[in-house]
T-cell receptor, first 113, second 113 residues
């Protein structure tokens, strides 16, 4: 039962443009949402998070938007750079579990020069 | 500051053999986790620990055991390896206060033949 879904396996964007990665979830008990970035042969790296009580969080070129009514979040990268090419995982934490993260299957982003 | 390290990086086992994967972190984090990642899948939690001497089951614990005798180390054991345990294993750690911000090791690629 996939509670966190990333329906786009891959995305290709030109350098300098905006990259938008999407994520949907089904569990209303999630209290934090996160994005992790993963390069080949490396572990995932924490990128940005958002609390369920907020609708936007920004960190430099990265912004995460949360739409609770639609159970949808998105990661915007502006401007996109070739070094952003990686697999991006959406994850969510259940508030009453404390520790477990549910991960999506990931979206592979390719930023072309 | 090495962060999270995992030993070994690669391993090939025959069905029925046993092995232990070692995870070490030098960030003084209270929480530690073991995940597995299979092709086309997100990360799934195997076991986790909220402190020295304590462990708990995650989403896919069957066939694995864990121990956390020291705060900085978290061991994952396979007593009798099966081909279904062929996967990439990631260890992670997080501080208690922001447990959703998990720091991952580089992974161990395990093949069971």
């Amino acid at each position: 039962d996939q509670q966190v879904k990333q329906n786009s396996p891959s995305l290709s964007v030109q350098e300098g443009r905006i990259s938008i990665l999407n994520c949907d979830y089904t569990n209303s008990m999630f209290d934090y949402f996160l994005w992790y970035k993963k390069y080949p042969a490396e572990g995932p790296t924490f990128l940005i998070s958002i609390s369920s009580i907020k609708d936007k969080n920004e960190d430099g070129r990265f912004t995460v938007f949360l739409n609770k009514s639609a159970k949808h979040l998105s990661l915007h990268i502006v401007p996109s750079q070739p070094g952003d090419s990686a697999v991006y995982f959406c994850a969510a934490r259940r508030g009453n579990s404390g520790y477990a993260l549910n991960f999506g299957k990931g979206t592979s982003l390719l930023v072309t020069p | 500051n090495a962060g999270v390290t995992q030993t070994p990086k690669f391993r090939v086992l025959k069905t029925g053999q046993s092995m232990t994967l070692l995870c070490a972190q030098d960030m003084n984090h209270e929480y530690m986790y073991w995940y597995r990642q299979d092709p086309g899948m997100g990360l799934r939690l195997i076991h986790y620990s909220v402190g020295e001497g304590t462990t708990a089951k995650g989403e896919v614990p069957d066939g694995y055991n864990v121990s956390r005798l020291k705060k900085q180390n978290f061991l994952l054991g396979l007593e009798s390896a099966a081909p279904s345990q062929t996967s990439v294993y990631f260890c992670a750690s997080s501080p208690r206060r922001h447990s959703y911000e998990q720091y991952f090791g580089p992974g161990t690629r395990l093949t069971v033949t």
